[in-house]
């Protein structure tokens, strides 16, 4: 799961919005015994509408999240990669913010502004506008662009207006 975002997601059977099971498999095979393992890079994991945001059946789950925002995980889901966790991620409602799917911007003060990462070397977010802004990628699949100010242009001093000659007479 790279440049993601998961939110206001609600899992079957109001589970978490991402759930791994270990298990039989449908269709019927060998089975699901191993631990699950759950890669994600740069991704947002938060708000949904259940809790936990990341959940699992047993015995546990390794989430390897680097550079990541994640909400709430069940207990004996293990977070590696150093993730945020537990933080608001700051997002707006999911509009349309320019291309042409539904997306959920980052706000202003959002501790997913900057602090992204990009093996993937993206080019363009989930809009298509540029993947770096600011020379730095944004947790997510939105990335915030910089503006750059627009500067109203000058108007050169006026000359001075000579007086009016004064007739007296």
């Known amino acids: 799961l790279d440049s993601s975002t998961v939110s206001n997601n609600i899992g079957a059977g109001g589970l978490a919005a991402i759930r791994i099971d270990t298990g039989p498999t449908t269709p019927v095979s060998a089975g699901n015994t191993r631990p699950g393992t759950l890669q994600m890079n740069s991704s947002i994991v938060a708000r949904n509408g259940t809790t936990p945001d990341i959940g699992m059946s047993e015995p546990a789950l390794t989430v390897f999240a680097p550079n990541s925002l994640i909400g709430s995980v069940q207990a004996g889901v293990v977070l590696t990669g150093a993730p945020l966790q537990g933080i608001d991620p700051l997002l707006g409602p999911a509009m349309f913010n320019g291309g042409p799917t539904r997306t959920m911007a980052l706000v202003a003060g959002s501790p997913a502004i900057n602090t992204g990462s990009n093996p993937l070397n993206l080019t363009t977010d989930q809009r298509g506008l540029p993947r ?9 699949a939105v990335e915030v662009q910089v503006q750059t100010p627009v500067v109203p242009p000058v108007a050169p001093p006026a000359e001075p207006v000579p007086p009016d000659p004064t007739f007296t007479g």
Do not use: L, P, Q, T
């Not at 770096?132 to 997510?140: M, W, Y």
């Open 132 to 140: 770096v802004s600011n020379a730095r990628i944004d947790i997510g």
